[in-house]
């Protein structure tokens, strides 16, 4: 399902942590790509500099660039206090997007969204697409997001468009600035041996490849399928998609083609023919299927009620993580733990010290009113200690089915590679 000719690319916010790997992620397959931004990092491919609220500016960009395909990656970091700046960028300069790709003929947008427009404050388990954003966004960059998605979505179709919208969880890897720098300010801070709530909440994590790895299937597919390639799809729905095994290794369910051999007092005639199919790791044996019920978004009925266009890219909304949920508070002690070992400290061999997460709302609650009080920005919020405690991971099986997404990179190695990172860059930013 490759795009029958190669796509232009102008990668809207090229020059953030998202779209820069996006466009590395090009140039590596030897795409055209542009980069339209409000600040110059890089200086491999042609630039843009523009105000993405103004339609003139990014049309000027399209039209320079020659683009066939937008990836809008664009938006403020969360967590600023500025409600104005995200209603700017993600609204205001979205909706400018979109009629800059209408008025140019440009036939393809893809749009970073995220995984929190749907986030309320409570548990999210093993979510899928069909949850709608919360009637009260959590704070203004989500709800400016999921204004956004909205846009993007209804503009499907319109004027020869099609527009698709991607919801990745937890970003990290080289070149982030946040989740890696707040854990590292912790760190240095002496305060790793405090936890807010018991770490038994499931949280979704991204690594920065594997989302670029989405955007640019999601561009290469973004088209009308033909009835052919939508019948092959839901008849792959029939087959069990194989477990994520980036971290945890292979596994393997017996079956009655392959299993262990089991206990016995005399083994079977076929005793080595059984135990040499389930020691052979390249032996699949007859597919698994897949067992759906009336509650799955691709069960036969949620598909006849949708008539079958989630199975196309075009109009639809993905989630993108990395497969692997973990508890929460595992990945700032693996952080944690690799800071100590690189500056040969101790600082992880502290006791524990869990709060429940009813006393950390109210020690949040009195630092915020402090920080206000000193004319500060506060570190502890009550919004941190919700994010700390809740289950948040989300159903990725229609981007692996749609999309042909699969994580290129696992958690265990996507966390080496990004504390690696950081490592370094400390060193090189300690010696300039």
């Known amino acids: ?23 590395e992620a090009l ?14 990092r890089y200086h491999d491919v042609p630039f843009y500099s523009g105000d993405i609220s103004e339609e003139g500016q990014v049309g000027d960009a399209l039209r320079k660039s020659g683009a066939t ?28 997007v979109i009629a800059a790709a209408v008025a140019n003929s440009v036939p393809k947008l893809v749009y970073t969204s995220s995984a929190g427009v749907v986030f309320h404050g409570d548990n999210l388990i093993d979510i899928d697409e069909r ?16 204004k956004a998605e909205r846009m993007v979505l209804e503009a499907n179709g319109e004027g020869g468009l099609y527009t698709v919208a991607l919801r990745p969880a937890g970003l990290f890897g080289p070149g982030d600035r946040q989740l890696i720098a707040g854990l590292y300010e912790v760190y240095e801070n002496n305060q790793t041996h405090f936890q807010i709530g018991d770490n038994t909440n499931l949280f979704d994590w991204t690594y920065i490849t594997n989302a670029a790895h989405a955007h640019l299937l999601a561009a290469d597919r973004l088209r009308p399928y033909t009835p052919e390639e939508i019948a092959k799809v839901k008849e792959d729905l029939h087959i069990a998609l194989p477990y994520i095994n980036r971290t945890t290794g292979d596994r ?23 135990t040499a199919k389930w020691n052979d790791l390249s032996y699949t044996g007859v597919p698994r299927p ?18 079958d266009n989630q199975l196309q ?21 693996i952080a944690w733990r690799f800071f100590d ?19 950390g709302m109210v020690l949040a609650g009195a630092a915020e009113w402090w920080a206000w009080l000193m004319g500060r920005q506060p570190g502890f919020t009550r919004f941190r200690v919700t994010f700390s405690c809740v289950w948040r991971f989300h159903n990725i099986e229609k981007a692996r089915r749609v999309l042909g997404y699969e994580p290129q990179v696992g958690m265990e190695e996507g966390l080496k590679k990004t504390l690696e990172w950081w490592v370094a860059d400390k060193q090189k930013t300690a010696k300039a």
């Open 1 to 23: 399902m490759s795009a029958s000719k190669r796509d232009i690319y102008l990668v809207i916010g090229g020059s953030g942590f998202l779209g820069r790997h996006i466009v």
């Open 27 to 40: 140039l590596a397959r030897g795409d055209i790509v542009s980069v339209f931004d409000i600040v110059q």
């Open 69 to 96: 395909c937008i990836i809008h990656t664009a938006s403020p970091p969360h967590g600023m206090d500025d409600p104005a700046l995200y209603w700017k960028v993600n609204v205001d300069g979205t909706k400018a």
């Open 131 to 146: 949850l709608l954003p919360p009637a009260k966004a959590m704070d203004a960059y989500n709800e400016s997001k999921a």
């Open 252 to 274: 393997r369910m017996p079956t009655s083609e392959c299993r262990p051999l089991g206990p016995y007092v005399t083994p079977p005639p076929n005793a080595e023919q059984i």
């Open 290 to 307: 897949a067992v759906r019920s009336r509650f799955d978004q691709l069960s036969d009925a949620a598909l006849a009620r949708e008539d």
């Open 313 to 333: 890219v075009a109009g639809q909304v993905f989630f993108i993580t990395n497969g692997e949920p973990m508890y929460f508070w595992d990945v700032p002690r």
């Open 341 to 359: 070992e690189h500056f040969g400290t101790n600082k992880t061999k502290r006791s524990l010290i869990s709060l429940p997460r009813e006393v």
